[in-house]
């Protein structure tokens, strides 16, 4: 699956338990649409994403920066100390592509290489 947005908050690197390393950051995903006779509308989605395979990508994920990211959701769903659950979805990328800085004039800075799909299909 791929999805495109714009980053909101500059990536971080979050360090787990057992000392692995990953790079947090989220975007947001803009849906306009307009009904008959009506104002256009928008509704704005945000997606927690995670990347496993390299820290260094970290330096290319800025605020305001769009990318085209791939991979698959996943689900965290957890109860707080009061008894109540909570969820929410992340994305766990397998590669980032980034369109544009948040600064204009500027096209694909750096990608991550996209993993080899293998086609079993027999047709």
């Known amino acids: ?13 979050k360090k787990l338990k057992d000392d692995r390393e990953l790079v947090a950051f989220s ?11 009506t104002e256009s509308k928008g509704v704005d989605t945000f997606v927690n994403c995670s990347y496993w395979i390299s820290t260094k990508v970290v330096s290319i994920l800025k605020k305001g920066s769009i990318v085209t990211v791939g991979g ?32 204009a004039g500027t096209v694909v800075l750096a990608e991550t290489p ?6 079993d299909l027999p047709f």
């Open 1 to 13: 699956m791929e999805i495109t947005g714009r980053i909101t908050a500059d990536g971080q690197i």
């Open 27 to 37: 975007i947001a995903l803009s849906n306009r649409y307009k009904k008959k006779g």
């Open 72 to 103: 698959s959701i996943g689900v965290n769903a957890y109860k707080t100390n009061d008894g109540e659950y909570h969820a929410h979805l992340t994305f766990h990328c397998d590669y980032i592509q980034l369109i544009g800085s948040g600064k």
């Open 114 to 119: 996209k993993p080899e799909t293998v086609d």
